[in-house]
C-alpha cells in the first residue's frame, strides 16, 4: 500500500487511478480534435490548452472517486464498474457543462462534451475489460508470513480470503504448542533459520499474531527479521492499516498513546477544516436557504408539528449542543424517551422517509457547521442518554468525542445505518480510525463518497 497523508491507498487502486486520469485527459483532447476538424478551425497548440484537459479529465475524474468506482466491489466486477463508471462520467459533463455556463472559456467548449463523454466510455471500459485480472492477480498483493497460530491469525485468513484483499498469507508460524486454530501453522522448532526462511519465501512484511498474556514476545526472531529488511507489523496496526478501522478486541491504551496518530500536524489540520467549514457553510446556506424553506412549509403541511426537530446531542470533549434537523418524525415519536429508528420505523412521516433517503433534513445542520458546534465532517453526534449507556458497554467510546461531530464521516461512508450496541461498537471502529488519522486530505476523500451515499442510500432510515 501506498500511504497518502497518513491514509492508505492499495497499489491496484493508485496505478488504476493514474492510468484512468491519463486516459481521460487523451479522451478530451481526442474530443477537441474531433471537433476542430469539424468545424474547420485550426487545432491550434497543444500548449495553449493544456490547464482546460487537465480540468476537464480532473472533474470526471473525482465524480469517479465520488461514486465508488475504485470502491472494492467495482475493482472485482465489470458489470458493476461499469455501471458506477457510466454514472461518473454523467456527473462529470453535468459539472462541465455547469462550469463552462458559469465561467465561459475560449479553450473549452460545451460542444465537446459529448465526444468527451464517448471516448471517456469508450477508452475507461476498454481499460477495464483489459486490466481487470490483471489488477486482481498475485501481482499486486504483498506476501506476508503471520507469527502466530490462534485466533488472531484465523482473523487474518478470513481477511486474506476476501477478493478486495491486498495481501497473501504464504506461512503461519506456530510460536509455541498452545491449541492451534490455523492447523497448517509450520511449528517453530522446525525452523533453523527463520531469517533466511522468510527471504526463501519472498516474505515483504512479517505480522505478529499472538495471543498477548499467554506468549512472550520473540524478540530475537523479530530482530532477525528486522534487520534483513523485512518490515514488522503489529496486529492492530496490520488491521487498521488494510481496514481502515481501529480493531476493539485487540487495542488497549499503551497501543493507542505508541502508535502513529494524534499528531501535532493536527493543529494545522484543524485550522484547515475550520477555514473550510466556514466557507462551505457559508455557501451552501445561501444556495439550499430556499430548499429548507420549501421543505419546511411540507413538512408543515405533511404532519402536525414543527417544521424543525431539536434535539441535544454531545460535541466536542463531551459539550452538549442543540442539534436542527428538518422533522422527518411524528411529534410524540420520542415521548417514551430517545430510540434508535428502525427499518420501516412507523414513527417515520410520509414526506419524512424521503427527506432522510436523499439527505434533505441534514441541510440545516449547516448552521451548527458555521457555528462551530459540529464541522462537515467528524463522527455523528449521538444523544446524551445512549452517550452515558455506551461509554459503560463500549471501551474507548469517549475518545470519537476528542474530534468535532460532523455531518458526514468515514463511519458513514463505510458502514450502514446503525441501530444497536453492536452497530455503536463496529462504527466506533471507524470513528477511532478517523480521530487518530484525520486530515484535509481524508476529509476531502469522504466528503466525495458521500456523493455515493447521498446516491445509494442503502443505510438511511
Request: charged share 20%.
Amino acid at each position: 500500500m501506498i500511504r497518502l497523508f497518513k491514509h492508505y491507498i492499495p497499489h491496484a487502486v493508485l496505478l488504476l487511478g493514474l492510468l484512468d486520469l491519463g486516459l481521460l485527459i487523451l479522451a478530451s483532447e481526442a474530443a477537441w480534435q474531433l471537433r476542430a476538424h469539424q468545424i474547420g478551425m485550426d487545432v491550434g497548440s497543444l500548449a495553449d490548452r493544456w490547464i482546460a484537459l487537465i480540468g476537464t479529465a480532473a472533474v470526471i475524474w473525482l465524480a469517479m472517486i465520488s461514486v465508488g468506482v475504485y470502491g472494492p466491489n467495482a475493482l472485482r466486477s465489470l458489470r458493476f464498474a461499469g455501471a458506477r463508471v457510466l454514472v461518473a462520467i454523467s456527473l462529470g459533463i453535468i459539472t462541465l457543462a455547469v462550469i463552462d455556463f458559469i465561467i465561459p472559456s475560449d479553450l473549452f467548449w460545451r460542444s465537446t462534451l459529448l465526444y468527451t463523454m464517448g471516448f471517456a466510455i469508450f477508452v475507461l471500459v476498454v481499460d477495464r475489460l483489459l486490466l481487470n485480472s490483471f489488477l486482481g492477480s498475485s501481482a499486486f498483493r504483498r506476501r506476508v508470513m503471520v507469527l502466530g497460530a490462534g485466533d488472531r491469525a484465523q482473523r487474518l485468513r478470513e481477511l486474506a480470503e476476501k477478493p478486495e484483499t491486498g495481501f497473501a498469507i504464504v506461512a503461519y508460524i506456530a510460536m509455541s504448542d498452545d491449541t492451534r486454530v490455523v492447523e497448517e501453522a509450520i511449528p517453530r522448532s522446525a525452523i533453523h533459520d527463520l531469517g533466511r526462511f522468510v527471504e526463501n519465501l519472498g516474505v515483504s512484511e512479517v505480522v505478529l499474531a499472538l495471543q498477548e498474556r499467554r506468549n512472550a514476545l520473540p524478540l530475537k526472531d523479530l530482530l532477525r527479521i528486522k534487520t534483513k529488511g523485512i518490515h514488522v507489523n503489529d496486529f492492530s496496526s496490520f488491521i487498521e492499516r488494510e481496514t481502515g478501522r481501529v480493531d476493539l478486541d485487540t487495542i488497549n491504551p499503551s497501543w493507542l498513546i505508541f502508535s502513529d496518530g494524534f499528531s501535532s500536524g493536527r493543529m494545522f489540520s484543524s485550522a484547515v477544516k475550520r477555514v473550510f467549514d466556514i466557507t462551505a457553510s457559508v455557501i451552501l446556506l445561501a444556495l439550499t436557504l430556499p430548499l429548507i424553506a420549501l421543505f419546511a412549509a411540507l413538512v408543515k403541511l405533511d404532519s402536525k408539528g414543527p417544521a424543525f426537530f431539536r434535539q441535544q446531542r454531545v460535541g466536542l470533549f463531551g459539550q452538549t449542543f442543540t442539534l436542527i434537523k428538518l422533522r422527518s418524525m411524528r411529534t410524540d415519536a420520542e415521548k417514551d424517551g430517545a430510540k434508535w429508528a428502525e427499518e420501516n420505523d412507523p414513527r417515520i412521516t410520509r414526506l419524512g422517509r424521503f427527506i432522510r433517503k436523499v439527505r434533505i433534513d441534514e441541510l440545516p445542520q449547516t448552521w451548527s457547521v458555521l457555528k462551530g458546534q459540529m464541522s462537515f465532517v467528524g463522527p455523528r453526534p449521538e444523544v446524551p442518554s445512549f452517550v452515558e449507556s455506551l461509554e459503560e458497554e463500549i471501551p474507548f467510546y469517549g475518545e470519537r468525542h476528542m474530534v468535532k461531530p460532523g455531518i458526514t464521516g468515514w463511519a458513514q461512508i463505510n458502514y450502514p445505518y446503525g441501530a444497536s450496541v453492536e452497530d455503536s461498537r463496529c462504527k466506533l471502529e471507524y470513528d477511532l480510525y478517523y480521530a487518530k488519522n484525520y486530515t484535509p486530505f481524508l476529509d476531502f476523500v469522504i466528503l466525495l463518497q458521500t456523493i455515493r451515499v447521498i446516491l445509494w442510500p442503502e443505510g438511511a432510515r
